[in-house]
């Protein structure tokens, strides 16, 4: 059984968001591996490692700096990459990135070569969630999202799935879409010699003709939404304090909750 | 010229970072107070090839070069400067022993610090007599038989508490100076070798320091390492690659007191305003910047240089090595200076960890050659050239 995962490079935690203008300057962006990536590559990995699949494939599209977030994964363990960068791809949204990404998928082998298909429940930078879902629906395969544990028995998988208040248990046949959540795993550190054996791993590079894609289904023109503009969220305001005897700041807190904040 | 980073560095940069900022971090304090660090923190780096950076994979190592060492030890440095120097020290050793030691010596050593059965190296050259003139030592192993038999004393010995194994300097031959001094490695728990007091310091206090002692300690001749009489020069050459260790050591600490200096002003409010917005403050900041940045250049010159030295394609890098750690590190106490004045009287205070920055940093212009010891280095090789 072989299992592939699907990556996106994302601006790092740490960055400070710049805008020019309601555009997002990318100049002093540092990106890294999607966090919720990491979980999905990191169980592929361990999957591997107990002997249930036999080839981890990581999938990403994106400019160059797609590439580094795709040696991270080989870092972690899996064992080689697929690239489709293209200067046309840029401005796609959700729907188009999942069939560009079905394309390249299609062209190694697709649901015949690959049947454990996982990715990061969301992105970081465009959080919408959506890629997945809108993947296993192009595949016309089940998604089961918000993972928090996987297990893989023969062509059936056991998945867990977070819910308001509880825990869904799924039972899958293979293939399917497996989204992952924080808690799946505890992703690892990759060691040096693991960084080092990931510059020899193999990186296979697609353009949208590579796929056969025409150049005006995708990008700006292909998409069906349009990023009008970036705003930074308002600033956070400090807390308030309320201070005093108990029964004074009980009373105090509950009229603020009920007139100021509206909570209650 | 590319000032860029590989994928490899970066993906490496990052790694540690939350190495660091995870396994690191939360237990800093308790490392300092302690004056400890934990053998599994150790044991976890040695795994992930932390201590053996430069060290091939046939040994056990990552073999990846200087400049993923200089860039590893940036980053630990920037939570610990405790852990960065047993770190950078234990490099030092497993490459002391690759680059000078034979083929047995490398087998014999090199994974057993690669896989964490050893600790951590240790490099003793240091004597009471003889600091900075280093030729002095009077530590003597005489040949007996198959055996050296070492008698003497050797002190400030970093990572003397936790080492599996020692890079030991001493005379062989009194009568030829310098020259009669050869490297003899020495492991841990071999009789006649007792470790001896610990100081207590200034900062760093993670890091042990201790006294090592000799009495009739004997190890087979084969430990020898490299030929006799060539130790003074084997010292002295890992050192070189020691030292920008220790730069990369100060860029890391001071990266650590420009964060803090950044947010502390950003949100201490005097006069109606955040004291970043006055230009004495700004004009600390800029100047702290300015000169880390150089001194990260400055590291990473070094590092490429031996880099390129080690695969035969370019010349020595003695004297940018020592360039190197000089600027990094003065640069750095005046970064660290900044930092506590910038923060005012909680700059005082052990609560705000620009404290420790302050006195972790200070030795770092002392161990592996005094700030004089470089200039001396550095106006050598261009007064001779
Ligand atoms: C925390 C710590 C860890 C250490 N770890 C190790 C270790 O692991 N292994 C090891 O072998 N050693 C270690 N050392 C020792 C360290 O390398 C020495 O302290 C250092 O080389 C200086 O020697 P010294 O202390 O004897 O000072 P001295 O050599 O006595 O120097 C005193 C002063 O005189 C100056 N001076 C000396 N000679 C000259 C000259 N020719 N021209 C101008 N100025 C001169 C020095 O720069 C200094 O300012 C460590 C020291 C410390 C504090």
């Keep these: ?264 | 010229m590319n000032f860029a980073l590989s994928e490899e560095y970066k993906i490496l940069q990052k790694m540690v970072r939350d190495f660091a900022e995870k396994e690191i971090a939360p237990i800093v304090d308790r490392v300092e107070s302690e004056e400890n660090i934990p053998d599994e923190l150790l044991a976890k780096m040695a795994e992930l090839g932390l201590n053996t950076i430069t060290i091939p994979e046939e040994y056990g190592g990552p073999g990846m070069d200087t400049i993923s060492f200089a860039l590893a030890i940036m980053e630990v440095a920037r939570v610990s400067a405790s852990v960065a120097v047993a770190m950078s020290v234990t490099n030092m050793v497993a490459e002391g022993i690759y680059r000078f030691g034979n083929e047995e010596q490398r087998r014999k050593y090199l994974p057993k610090l690669a896989r964490g059965e050893y600790l951590a190296g240790a490099f003793a050259l240091t004597e009471p007599g003889a600091g900075s003139d280093a030729g002095s030592i009077r530590t003597t192993a005489v040949k007996e038989g198959n055996e050296y038999v070492i008698n003497g004393n050797k002190v400030f010995i970093t990572n003397g508490l936790k080492a599996g194994i020692f890079m030991v300097a001493a005379v062989t031959d009194k009568e030829k100076g310098k020259k009669g001094i050869s490297v003899i490695l020495v492991e841990r728990g071999t009789p006649g070798l007792t470790i001896g007091k610990k100081e207590k310091k200034m900062g760093q206090r993670g890091s042990d320091t201790v006294e090592l002692v000799f009495d009739n300690c004997k190890v087979p001749i084969t430990n020898l390492l490299g030929n006799e009489g060539d130790g003074f020069k084997i010292m002295l050459a890992d050192l070189d690659g020691g030292r920008i260790g220790i730069g990369a050591l100060a860029c890391g600490v001071m990266r650590a007191c420009v964060d803090e200096m950044v947010k502390y002003s950003k949100e201490r409010v005097q006069f109606g305003q955040p004291i970043a917005n006055f230009q004495a403050i700004q004009w600390m900041i800029a100047d702290s910047v300015t000169e880390l940045e150089a001194a990260e250049l400055l590291v990473l010159r070094a590092a490429w240089l031996k880099d390129r030295f080690l695969k035969g394609e370019g010349g020595r890098f003695t004297k940018e090595a020592s360039i190197a750690k000089l600027f990094a590190t003065e640069a750095a106490n005046r970064v660290a200076y900044r930092a506590v004045q910038v923060h005012g009287g909680y700059g005082y205070i052990e609560e705000f960890p620009v404290e420790r920055f302050y006195r972790d940093i200070r030795v770092t212009t002392i161990y592996e050659g005094t700030s004089e010891i470089q200039r001396l280095v550095i106006a050598r090789s261009i007064l001779e050239g």
């Design chain 1, 1 to 264: 059984m072989k299992a592939v995962c699907f990556v996106k490079s994302v601006p790092d935690t740490e960055t400070r968001v710049r805008l020019t203008g309601n555009r997002l300057d990318k100049s002093e962006i540092k990106y890294i591996l999607n966090p919720y990536c990491e979980f999905a590559v990191e169980e592929a990995v361990r999957k591997k490692e107990a002997g249930i699949v036999d080839e981890v494939l990581v999938i990403s599209m994106g400019p160059s700096r797609a590439q580094e977030a795709i040696r991270s994964a080989l870092a972690i363990g899996a064992d080689r990459g697929v690239h489709i960068e293209d200067d046309n791809l840029d401005g796609s949204d959700a729907i188009v990135t999942a069939r560009v990404l079905v394309e390249a998928f299609k062209k190694e082998g697709g649901l015949d070569n690959y049947q454990i298909l996982l990715f990061g429940l969301r992105a970081i930078d465009g959080d919408t969630w959506s890629v997945p879902s809108m993947i296993a629906e192009l595949l016309g395969i089940p998604a089961v999202t918000n993972i928090v544990k996987l297990d893989i028995n023969g062509n059936k998988a056991i998945a867990i799935r977070m819910v308001e208040g509880g825990e869904e248990v799924f039972e899958v046949e293979l293939p399917c879409v497996f989204a992952a959540r924080k808690g799946l795993n505890e992703p690892r550190y990759p060691s040096l010699p693991s960084i080092m054996k990931a510059k020899k791993k193999p990186i296979t590079r697609y353009t949208i003709s590579d796929l056969g894609i025409p150049s005006d289904a995708v990008g700006k023109v292909g998409s069906f939404t349009e990023v009008l503009e970036y705003t930074l969220p308002p600033q956070r305001q400090a807390g308030k304090k309320v201070e005093g005897e108990p029964e004074q700041v009980v009373e105090e807190l509950i009229k603020f909750l009920r007139e100021v904040a509206n909570i209650i």
